[in-house]
Each structure stands twice: as C-alpha cells, then as structure tokens.
C-alpha cells in the first residue's frame, strides 16, 4: 500500500476521533448524564475536606476504551 494513502487514512480517522471527542465536551452538559457524576462515584464531605473516587466513570470510560482499541485492532487486520 502506498505509504502517502495510509498516512491519508490515519490522518482522517484521528480527525473523525477529534470531532467526535470536541463534540461531546461541546455537548456534554444536554446529556442525560454527566460522566464523574454517575451514580455508584463515591463522594465523602467531611468537615473540611471532600474525598472524591469515581470508580463507575472508571469502569465506564474503561469499557469504552477498550471495546475502540479492540475495534481499531480488529478494523487493521
């Protein structure tokens, strides 16, 4: 394959990957929910200090990252 088209080709998935990325932060807050703010994040105020953990935003952007990576790795065979 022509190395000038793969470069081509990569260059126009991670621009789709950057417009999907710019679109949701755009977006973000007109959806029904807010990542870092799911319910099962732990949030403990104390006095004068808050310990904040989210464990589920972790396994939800986890799961995503993983099933893209799959795909892309999948998409290249």
């Known amino acids: 394959m022509d190395p000038f088209r793969e470069l081509g080709r990569s260059l126009l998935f991670f621009g ?4 999907l990325v710019g ?3 755009y977006f973000g807050n007109k959806l029904p929910f807010r990542l870092g703010k799911l319910p ?3 949030v403990h105020r104390g ?4 310990f904040y953990f989210p464990i ?3 396994l939800v ?3 995503a990252l993983s ?3 799959w795909l892309i ?3 290249r065979r």
């Open 73 to 75: 790795s999948h998409l």
């Open 40 to 42: 099962g994040d732990i």
């Open 61 to 63: 952007l986890s799961v």
């Open 16 to 19: 789709a990957l950057l417009l």
């Open 67 to 69: 099933l893209l990576f």
């Open 23 to 25: 679109a949701f932060l």
């Open 56 to 58: 589920v935003t972790c």
């Open 47 to 50: 006095e004068h200090t808050t």
